[in-house]
């Protein structure tokens, strides 16, 4: 999918952000920079910037998700803009409207923003073609396709707690096949120069020809933790499994779950990470999710300034062109 | 003319000017970059008891949805809880005011000072809001076309120069 005629303007600013794919290395380094200096402003009296005061973001969510709609929607009010929430699994579309039909409709109430999830591949893809120039679209997540908002949260974190990627080898673990999380993480590691990424998973759900991703797969969970610094577990996705992926749930966490046996075999100071929601006792252990090499819940408060810097970059000259000289 | 300004002794002025408000505790805010380089100097030559506050006002600026962010962004870091205490703002140069408005905004979101008293190395003309300087170490006349930048953080150097355009 050809996106970043649609993801940068005429002047290589980043217009909406629809997949990592195709980003370039300083645009990623550029927007977890950006979220750096966000950080602190969770921990003020006052949580609120006013970068996006009098601006209208909608979160549009055709997928039921609650941590991700809650980190935007904090991210959108910090920065002062108005939130909609729109939950539209049970809204226009069942009374037969489309998808753009739904879109226009947001639009022609003046928002500056559409935060949107969708079950199909492309959903954003498709709003980002469609809205007028001055409209942005962040995808948070489209079908198999990508998340790109959670894999820069995650990039976030595992530069915060390992530093640079050049020397880490990271293991994705789990549900590759059905997992658009895996997808945009690969693609951002690769983009910013991990060492290595290793993929872990059973045949069934790995993606055919997983190596032209540039990464390595493993069946055996045991080699393939071996020596690495970063455990990124995947939500086994029993909503969209058809079919029998896996033997039993029993024996998939046998086998790929990870518990602090399995964590052994990585680095002894390999940090484990989980983009929610935990599956605990079907991919991961909670002697690990609450252990100390955990660090889902910094992966939380992070994705809230990771946002807020996505949306600010994204904003950011979405007015006409500076005239005259700039304030000193 | 404004490369002939002594800054040292511009900087020991500002200093003996201020020393009469140590008795209010001041704590000191610099705005970044300029002002956080002039304002570590003054916070030294006063011994001041409090760390020295920066601000990085990129997030309060006025013309953000016309420029965007600036990726080299600094963290704002303000040490010292602000709430009912006399602040001295530092700045290299006062020029439109709009910095000045952008920096009080901020602070506002930090707590409620008892005051703020603005000291500015330099202050020059074409003034866009109704903001003035308490403390000047010089001021000086520009054409409109000129721009006066604080150059550091050491040595510390003034420089004018024509704006594009």
């Known amino acids: 999918m050809i996106a970043n005629d649609l993801q940068f303007d005429g002047h290589g600013r980043l217009r909406h952000l629809l997949t990592i794919e195709g980003i370039p290395r300083q645009t990623l380094l550029d927007i977890l920079n950006t979220a750096e200096s966000f950080i602190s402003v969770g921990e003020r009296e006052i949580k609120k910037l006013p970068l996006l005061r009098g601006k209208t973001a909608v979160n549009l969510f055709f997928e039921h998700s609650t941590r991700t709609r809650t980190t935007f929607e904090i991210a959108a009010k910090r920065l002062s803009a108005d939130v909609i929430n729109v939950n539209t699994t049970a809204s226009s579309t069942s009374k037969g409207e489309t998808l753009l039909d739904t879109v226009r409709n947001l639009e022609a109430m003046h928002t500056d923003l559409f935060v949107v999830r969708h079950g199909e591949s492309g959903a954003a893809h498709l709003i980002a073609r469609h809205v007028p120039a001055h409209v942005r679209i962040i995808n948070a997540g489209d079908g198999r396709h990508a998340h790109p908002t959670q894999a820069l949260l995650d990039m976030f974190t595992i530069r915060q707690y390992k530093g640079p990627f050049e020397q880490l080898r990271?293991?994705?673990?789990?549900?590759?096949?059905?997992?658009?999380?895996?997808?945009?993480?690969?693609?951002?590691?690769?983009?910013?120069?991990?060492?290595?990424?290793?993929?872990?998973?059973?045949?069934?759900?790995?993606?055919?020809?997983?190596?032209?991703?540039?990464?390595?797969?493993?069946?055996?969970?045991?080699?393939?933790?071996?020596?690495?610094?970063?455990?990124?577990?995947?939500?086994?996705?029993?909503?969209?499994?058809?079919?029998?992926?896996?033997?039993?749930?029993?024996?998939?966490?046998?086998?790929?779950?990870?518990?602090?046996?399995?964590?052994?075999?990585?680095?002894?100071?390999?940090?484990?990470?989980?983009?929610?929601?935990?599956?605990?006792?079907?991919?991961?252990?909670?002697?690990?999710?609450?252990?100390?090499?955990?660090?889902?819940?910094?992966?939380?408060?992070?994705?809230?300034?990771?946002?807020?810097?996505?949306?600010?970059?994204?904003?950011?000259?979405?007015?006409?062109?500076?005239?005259?000289?700039?304030?000193? | 003319m404004p490369p002939s300004i002594d800054i040292d002794a511009t900087l020991a002025y500002l200093a003996d000017e201020l020393r009469p408000h140590l008795k209010r505790n001041p704590i000191m805010i610099g705005v970044h970059s300029g002002g956080a380089w002039i304002a570590t100097r003054l916070h030294r030559a006063l011994a001041l008891p409090d760390p020295l506050g920066t601000l990085d006002i990129s997030f309060y600026r006025d013309d953000f949805t016309r420029v965007g962010v600036n990726p080299t962004v600094k963290t704002s870091n303000l040490p010292v809880n602000i709430e009912d205490r006399h602040v001295i703002l530092v700045d290299d140069v006062l020029h439109t005011g709009r910095t000045v408005r952008a920096a009080l905004n901020e602070i506002f979101d930090y707590g409620r000072p008892a005051s703020v008293l603005l000291a500015v190395l330099i202050c020059r003309d074409g003034r866009e809001l109704p903001i003035q300087a308490d403390l000047v170490g010089h001021s000086i006349q520009l054409n409109p076309n000129e721009h006066i930048k604080l150059l550091g953080p050491e040595p510390l150097a003034l420089k004018v120069q024509e704006v594009g355009g």
């Open chain 1, 170 to 328: 990271v293991a994705i673990v789990g549900d590759i096949l059905h997992s658009r999380v895996a997808r945009s993480q690969i693609h951002a590691l690769s983009t910013l120069g991990a060492a290595e990424v290793r993929v872990i998973a059973p045949k069934t759900l790995l993606p055919l020809c997983v190596e032209r991703l540039g990464v390595h797969p493993y069946s055996d969970m045991r080699a393939g933790l071996d020596g690495v610094d970063v455990v990124m577990m995947l939500r086994l996705q029993r909503e969209r499994m058809r079919g029998a992926l896996i033997p039993s749930e029993q024996e998939y966490f046998n086998l790929f779950g990870l518990t602090p046996a399995m964590l052994a075999c990585a680095k002894p100071d390999a940090i484990v990470m989980h983009p929610g929601p935990m599956n605990r006792g079907l991919e991961i252990d909670s002697a690990v999710a609450d252990g100390p090499r955990s660090v889902i819940l910094p992966q939380v408060t992070n994705g809230i300034a990771v946002r807020m810097a996505i949306m600010a970059i994204l904003m950011g000259g979405s007015a006409a062109p500076p005239e005259g000289r700039a304030t000193p």
